[in-house]
């Protein structure tokens, strides 16, 4: 009984050193086939997209060099940096892997600010430079960048500027509007119409000069986007003080230091 006690207890503990031996060779195994089978490559990507904006081909087109990589390696940050050449406007990229072969990707693009019209030469504003196609409906969004969409952006109506006083006209997915200077034109028509009660009927962003003129139903308000933009609602305060907007049927500029000028 006791060699037979001695026997079952050295085979037991051989059973379990193979084991673990066999283990640990299936997980070698295992992990080998995991980088270097191309049955782990990707082979589908599957693309949902935020919003209407996103070409898919467009961004299938982009993704192309993931196809044949492992599955197991493909990041974020890798997915992204293929994106943002096609889409300077990204905001967002989130990915999911559904082993063996089938990867993720969902594309958020920055929130749109505005609706923007390309003050062009002649009144033509049907075509967006560089494109070569029909420009329904154009945006700027949080960022400054300009976009176009075939159809019309959900979460509207935006507040329209209009860009004119450009170099070269603006083209598609271009930055055109610092973020801080976006914001500083939507804040003043804002202020216009919350505190004096002024109607924004067209905002002009003039590019090169980098200032912006409001047309209200009272008169037109010139603003400069170098100096704050609470000292110039303060020089606007003063001339109401002091005169009347009878005094200033066509503008009313604000952008000088210490003076008022209108007309």
Known sequence: MRKLKRFW???VIEFRIWLAVGLLCLAVIGLAILLFSPYFDVREINIRRGDGRIDIEQAQQALKPLF?????FVSRAHVRNLLDPVYPDLDEVEIDKTYPSTLG???VLD???ASVVIDRPGGSGATLAGSGVVAFHQYVTRNGYLVSSPTEVKGGPFQQITLTDWAVEPKNRTRVFR???LKTILLAADIL???YGLSTIETKYFMRAQEFHISTDKTELWFDLASPLTEQ???FRQFLAEASFDDAKQYIDLRIADTIVYK
């Open 105 to 107: 990707v969902l594309i």
């Open 9 to 11: 207890t050295v085979t």
């Open 111 to 113: 929130d749109i600010f």
């Open 68 to 72: 044949h990589e492992r599955l197991l």
């Open 233 to 235: 609602l303060q020089r």
């Open 193 to 195: 119409r919350r505190d």
């Open 179 to 181: 973020p801080d200077h």
